[in-house]
């Protein structure tokens, strides 16, 4: 059997430069590597509605942005299929046979989902469908039968219950599911890239992201206004790297190939390092480098962004053919899901003999 990725986003808002690092990029090297032999990457809109019930309309409007994004960062509907969650019925079917398998104690003790509750003052009243969100991930994963699924550290807590309710529905019902591998970034920056105001989460109403589809001079902004190093207030002060988000953001996207194009005087990024740490290296140079160096990965992406924006309507087409597509998949996952757990009582010529015999008083 091929290696199968499924991965996916929540369709909130447009998608920013930590979904890019987190996840986007290695999704587009896998997808270009040629390793797979199928790729899904899931809108996931009915996972979104999980806790925007009363704003349907947030996650009906992001769904575009999102597949722009997906598809300017380089992902490609001829290699990867593109869809949207709440097209695949079959998914949420799946979803209410694991949900015998998982027990409240078990999602309770889930720690992404704890934190989400906390995030979002659930503790009084947590609706249903938000609470059993982790189960439903894993019919979005099993239903593609996926063996990697590249996705945020944050994710895996989401990952390791999935895991479990494939052990339980195969031990329950026979081998059926298959168990995925998490695939996370293999750069320490990239786990988790902090707002440009050096605070850990990025969010829309904190003001400190940057999005992959801001404009150069959006980007500048936000990158000359970058949280550094507090102590370092005059260039001959020696600099600290530790929680300074330029650097973080460098970890993260800088390359060699960078510091000949953009900053000749040093070879590489532990040189410009050392220099900053030893004193009489300025922010601002810094942050221009950053600057470029963001703009490098940017620029491309901005380019093929407005490629697709010209034309809308393919962007739906790419989504409904994709949809489509993993619609098969999924049924026959269902269908095999059924099977061993013999509700397939149409199809089941045996169980009907054996009725018949039952009530033919013989
Ligand atoms: N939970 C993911 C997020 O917050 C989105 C998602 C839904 C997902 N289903 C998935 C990711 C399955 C990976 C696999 O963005």
């Known amino acids: 059997m091929g290696k199968i ?6 369709p909130t808002g447009r998608l920013h430069v930590g979904h890019y690092v987190g996840s ?6 896998l997808q270009n590597s040629g390793e797979f032999e199928k790729i899904f990457i899931m809108i996931a809109d009915a996972q979104a509605l999980t806790d925007n019930a009363d704003n349907p309309e947030k996650v009906r409007q992001n769904i575009i942005e999102v597949a722009l994004d997906y598809l300017s960062v380089g992902l490609d509907p ?31 003790r889930n720690p992404t989902v704890k934190n989400e509750i906390q995030m979002r003052n659930f503790e009084a009243s947590i609706p249903v469908g938000f609470f059993c969100y982790p189960i439903s991930q894993a019919s979005d994963i099993t239903a593609f039968k996926a063996t990697t699924v590249p996705v945020g550290e944050d994710q895996l807590p989401m990952l390791e219950q999935c895991k479990e309710i494939v052990r339980k529905f195969n031990s329950v019902y026979g081998e059926t599911l298959v168990e995925p591998d998490i695939l996370l970034p293999d750069n320490k920056a990239c786990l988790r890239l902090p707002g440009t105001d050096g605070k850990a989460k990025m969010s829309k109403s904190l003001g400190n992201c940057i999005y992959l589809s801001d404009k150069p001079d959006e980007v500048k902004k936000r990158v000359m206004s970058m949280y550094t190093d507090p102590e370092h207030l005059n260039i001959t002060d020696p600099g600290h790297l530790e929680g300074n988000t330029v650097f973080t953001y460098l970890d993260a996207f800088s390359k060699p190939e960078h510091f000949p194009e953009f900053l000749p005087d040093y070879a590489n990024l532990d040189e410009l390092k050392e220099h900053y740490q030893r004193g009489g290296l300025g922010d601002v140079k810094v942050k221009k480098f950053l600057n470029n160096v963001l703009e490098a990965e940017l620029a491309p992406i901005r380019a093929r962004r407005a490629e697709y924006e010209k034309d809308i309507a393919y962007v739906y087409e790419i989504l409904k053919k994709g949809s489509d597509a993993a619609r098969e998949v999924a049924a026959e996952t269902l269908s095999d899901v059924k099977n061993a757990m013999k509700i ?17 008083g013989k």
């Open 5 to 10: 990725i499924l991965t996916g986003d929540r």
């Open 24 to 29: 986007l990029r290695r999704r587009v090297e």
């Open 78 to 108: 001829s290699k990867s299929t593109l869809f949207i969650q709440s097209m695949i019925p079959e998914l949420t079917e799946l979803t209410f046979y694991y949900m015998n398998l998982v027990t409240v104690s078990r999602l309770q």
């Open 344 to 360: 397939n009582y149409f199809d089941d010529k045996a169980l009907i003999e054996e009725h018949i015999k039952k009530y033919s």
